[in-house]
């Protein structure tokens, strides 16, 4: 999985590339855990992401959950795939998808 | 090792002797000619002083007159007589006084000629002429004639009658003119004699030198190289043999040069090996007792699972069927069935976000709570409230599940349900699997304030439910195709009428084969409940 990170004072754009499962989930784990002290407005970019396993869920849900504390988390360009797994387990109704 | 040691002694012997030997042939060369020169120059000297006595006692006036007229008289036979004394008190071969042509500087007319008698030669007498001057005198004989000074080289010659060295000076007359020269030549006997007791010496005193400083070189080369290095490569080869009781100590450290380094070095390093190899069998060890508890708890979460089928024999309202393969020794997957009352039968499906054993140990809480907390009569949605609020307390690693869980009154056929994020199961109906779209919650501890609310539906004597987990339809191949929804409607309808161990059975070959040889990141679990009859 790729990541590209782009830092605007205590805006965060992340765009994923690739596959967010369990042998990538730690990568963007570590990623996040790095950058977001002081984000205020971290936006998720997926317009390049293939797949979405639990493990990748977990983070997302941690991220939202920092966020809910200290700003707003935004996900956009989230394919059909994904977007069924959000619905599915009901992640869609507390992240905010573009 | 050893005999590598001894050829890196006869190296070394080999080229000291060789440096000792080719000094010693120079300094014996330049010492011969060295020695040779001052000699001979010695000679030379002794013989210009002996010429120059000579011609203190010339009458050079008189000389063209004796020439001119042929003709001596009793001054010259004086003169001659005091020069056959001086010949032979002065140890000098010839004595000659002589007119030279200064056309060609080869034709020489003798006036006087005093012989030494030692020397067996026959003086040549007055006027005697020779024509024959060796050519390599006539540069001399002309510089002597024109310059009236001495000879510009050393007349050297070496014949078989012995060395000898010639002076040779201009006679001038009164007013200043050359008429003549005087010969003088030495004989150099003395030379050979002293010059090969001089290479004698020398040649004594280096092969002496070579041999002292050999036996000195090879005692110091045995004490500070050789033995030291045997010692250390004796000890490197015994350890890198055995790898066992690095010394603690070698003769070798307390040399001065850099062998006592690497003795030091090597001891350092026996040490580090030896720590190093104790601290991997540590290691090794331990990674083997996690690696025995791991199967402990592998077999523990297994035998969590209820997996004794037919699991109820005496209940011919329902088979069940179930079954889990773990990606990782220990899985986050897990199911669960038990009678919550006669009449209830409960199903649990769920799924831990992550792996290993943190998913596990959650795996275990979370099973247990959803059991527990399934009373008879009770809503399913206000059981998964709970248990989202019991495993929403301590969650520090932010781990979630995703569950489903039904109870099926054996009596009416009612199923309800409660889902929390979980994959939507397939009903059979009439025969054929078609996946139910179920309201899903969201996960269990993901959010402490989440509403659950249980759904029902009615199954029919002949339905049947497969739920399962994403590592069913997240099975992936080499391609990193997912094995999907629609391929896995197409296995359960292909297997409609099998009973749930044939089609869970079928299922799993089926993702087998799709797989092929791609490794699996998720556990792949199923559960397949069949409603047989009506309770009566």
């Known amino acids: 999985m790729t990541i590209t990170k782009n830092q605007n004072g205590s805006q965060l754009d992340m765009a994923l590339e690739g596959r967010l499962d369990t042998a990538t989930a730690p990568q963007l784990e570590a990623e996040l855990k790095q950058s977001m002290d002081g984000v205020t407005e971290l936006t998720l970019d997926f317009a390049g992401l293939e797949y979405l396993s639990s493990a990748g869920l977990r983070v997302l849900l941690s991220a939202q959950k920092v966020m809910n504390q200290q700003g707003s988390m935004v996900i956009k360009n989230v394919n059909e795939t994904i977007m069924e797994i959000f619905d599915v387990t009901g992640f869609a109704d507390i992240l905010t998808i573009e | ?536």
């Open chain 2, 1 to 536: 090792m050893k005999k590598k040691n001894r050829r890196l002694a006869v190296v070394m012997v080999a080229s000291i002797v060789a440096l000792i030997v080719i000094l010693s042939v120079i300094v014996a060369v330049t010492g011969y000619q060295q020695f040779t020169h001052v000699l001979e120059r010695q000679y030379n000297d002794t013989a210009y002083e002996v010429a120059e006595t000579a011609l203190t006692y010339l009458n050079p006036d008189k000389l063209e007159g004796y020439l001119q007229s042929g003709q001596t008289d009793e001054e010259y036979d004086a003169i001659l007589a005091r020069l056959d004394e001086l010949v032979v008190s002065s140890n000098c071969n010839f004595i000659y006084v002589a007119k030279i042509d200064e056309t060609d500087y080869m034709t020489t007319t003798y006036i006087y000629d005093s012989v030494n008698p030692a020397t067996g030669f026959d003086r040549y007498e007055f006027g005697y002429v020779s024509r024959d001057t060796d050519p390599k005198y006539v540069d001399d004989l002309k510089h002597i004639l024109t310059t009236g000074g001495r000879a510009e080289k050393y007349l050297y010659s070496y014949t078989e009658s012995g060395a000898h060295t010639t002076a040779g000076l201009a006679v001038q007359d009164s007013s200043g003119r050359v008429v003549a020269v005087i010969g003088v030549e030495k004989s150099m006997t003395v030379l050979y004699g002293a010059r090969s007791t001089y290479v004698r010496w020398v040649a004594t005193i280096a092969v002496t030198m070579v041999v002292l400083t050999l036996l000195v070189y090879l005692l110091w080369l045995n004490r500070k190289v050789i033995r030291p290095i045997a010692e250390i490569t004796g000890e490197a080869r015994r350890f890198a043999n055995d790898g066992e009781n690095p010394v603690t100590s070698l003769k070798a450290t307390q040399n001065r040069y850099e062998i006592g380094v690497l003795a030091s070095s090597i001891l350092k390093m026996e040490a580090e090996i030896k720590r190093y190899i104790d601290n991997l069998t540590a290691v090794t060890a331990e990674k083997e007792r996690i690696g025995a508890e791991l199967d402990i708890a592998t077999h523990i979460q297994s035998s969590m699972l209820p997996c004794i089928f037919p699991a109820f024999p005496d209940r011919p309202e329902v088979d069940i069927y179930a079954s889990m393969t773990p990606a990782k020794e220990v899985g986050g997957d897990f199911y669960d069935f038990f009678m919550v009352d006669d009449t209830h039968l409960a199903i649990v499906m769920a799924d831990v976000s992550g792996k290993g054993v943190p998913a596990a140990l959650f795996m275990v809480i979370g099973k247990t709570l959803i059991k527990d907390h399934t009373t008879p009569g009770r809503d399913l949605g206000e059981v998964f409230m709970e248990v989202n609020k019991l495993l929403c307390e301590g969650n520090g690693e932010e781990l979630f599940i995703t569950a489903f869980e039904g109870v099926l009154d054996l009596k009416t056929g009612q199923f309800n349900f409660v889902n929390a994020g979980h994959e939507m199961p397939f009903i059979r109906r009439k025969g054929k699997y078609t996946p139910e779209k179920i309201r899903a919650g969201f996960v269990l501890a993901g959010m402490e304030t989440t509403r659950y609310r249980m759904g029902s539906l009615q199954m029919e004597p002949g339905d049947a439910i497969f739920q399962y987990t994403d590592g069913v339809t997240e099975a992936t191949n080499a391609d990193n195709e997912l094995y999907g929804m629609e391929r896995l409607e197409a296995v359960l309808n292909q297997n409609a009428d099998a009973a749930p161990d044939a089609l869970l059975t079928a299922v799993k070959a089926d993702i087998d084969a799709f797989v092929g040889d791609a490794p699996q990141f998720d556990d792949i679990t199923m559960l397949c409940l069949e409603f047989k009859e009506m309770m009566r």
